[in-house]
């Protein structure tokens, strides 16, 4: 088959939907699909120079991009043009209220979309564009979303958002986020702690996100000030909120917080293999990708009660109130001081890793794909 998928930011760029869709074109690759991808040429601050490229097989051309509005939306005109110079069996969308949602308008071909439910909180999304996203799906939402073949959710909670847009629930497909099978071997406990000079009988708890707003790391920067015996160690990329983060450690003098910037790829699982509470505080996540590279490390997990992360968690980890200092630091108590509960927790998390492999979702993929040729 011939794939299509059309993003709003793509590989060299990381984020959950980013990784997603990386991923499964990746794997689908391997089963020796044709898979083409148009992005826009920004990696949400600067641009990428390369403007075509192909990465694991992946053929990804970058299309100038005029304008992004906040963190995941980006305008690229060309694309209504350029999708058109391409020979593909299947259009797969991802992003929903985007300006490429459009194109499929232009195409009779079969369409699909994952839309990564993008329900973010007033307060992170901001006034104007709460009301921009609202008016959208009132007047174009049910438009737009009816006029695809299949409707890929990352989670089960999602179907039931789609309610208000009348969609036939036969069309909805989960599709959730997954990580690599080789995520799953264990790393050395201890080697990341040797690069940082952490005992190894020190309690560390970690987070990993990009460092944005959005993700409540100045909840879990807070809620080490209860714990000084405690190592917190928090990772992600740059996303405009580090100095913000900087500057809450050292406002209170807090020696037991390390804040780690662009933490290299590589160096990723060695780094969550050597904690042993992650939390991932994000005040809304249609999934949350680190939960389950998480659990592939055995950490027990602590995350906010918001977005998909619950259908994430089940019963694999604690959820705490989002955005509720009081209720992270209550269960972050109960895990720093009973370490055959932690124990419990890490081992039904790596177990529920194991449903979530890229190489599986990509052939539940792969076959929706078929049915609808």
């Known amino acids: ?79 209504f043009t350029e999708f058109k110079k391409i020979d593909f069996d299947i ?86 986020n997954g990580i690599p099978k080789e995520y799953l071997k264990l790393r050395n406990k201890n080697t990341f702690r040797k690069k940082l000079k952490i005992n190894e009988n020190k309690v560390v708890v970690s987070s990993l996100a990009r460092l944005h707003k959005s993700k409540g790391l100045d909840l879990l920067i807070n809620a080490a000030k209860d714990f000084p015996e405690v190592q917190f160690i928090i990772a992600g990329s740059k996303a405009g909120y580090e100095q913000t983060l900087k500057d809450l450690i050292s406002k209170n003098s807090l020696k037991n917080v390390i804040l780690i910037e662009n933490l290299e790829e590589k160096d990723k699982l060695d780094f969550l293999r050597s904690s042993d509470i992650f939390v991932h505080p994000s005040y809304y996540d249609a999934f949350g990708i680190s939960i389950l590279e998480a659990y592939s490390q055995k950490n027990a997990v602590i995350a906010s009660n918001a977005g998909g992360i619950p259908w994430v968690i089940e019963n694999a980890g604690l959820l705490f109130k989002t955005g509720s200092l009081k209720d992270l630091k209550f269960k972050l108590n109960i895990l720093i001081n009973d370490k055959k509960y932690r124990e419990e927790l890490s081992n039904k998390g790596y177990d529920k890793a194991k449903r979530f492999i890229w190489e599986n979702i990509a052939k539940d993929l792969e076959s929706l794909y078929k049915k609808l040729l």
């Open 91 to 176: 259009l797969h969308i991802h992003g929903y209220r985007h300006p490429h949602n459009f194109i499929i308008f232009f195409t009779k071909k079969p369409k699909v979309i994952t839309t990564h439910w993008p329900e973010y909180p007033k307060e992170i999304r901001g006034s104007i564009l709460s009301a921009t996203a609202s008016l959208f799906d009132t007047f174009l939402g049910k438009l737009i979303l009816n006029k695809f073949n299949i409707i890929c959710a990352v989670n089960k909670l999602e179907v039931d958002w789609y309610k208000k847009f009348n969609i036939n629930k036969i069309k909805i497909k989960i599709t959730p």
């Open 1 to 79: 088959m011939k794939i299509l998928y059309v993003v709003p930011y793509f590989y060299p760029v990381k984020g959950g939907a980013e990784n997603h869709v990386y991923y499964l074109a990746k794997e689908l690759v391997k089963k020796g699909h044709d898979i083409t991808v148009l992005t826009s040429d920004l990696d949400r601050n600067a641009k990428i120079p390369k403007k075509y490229e192909v990465i694991d097989g992946i053929k990804i051309k970058r299309l100038k991009t005029y304008f992004k509005i906040g963190n995941f939306v980006s305008f690229f005109p060309s694309v």
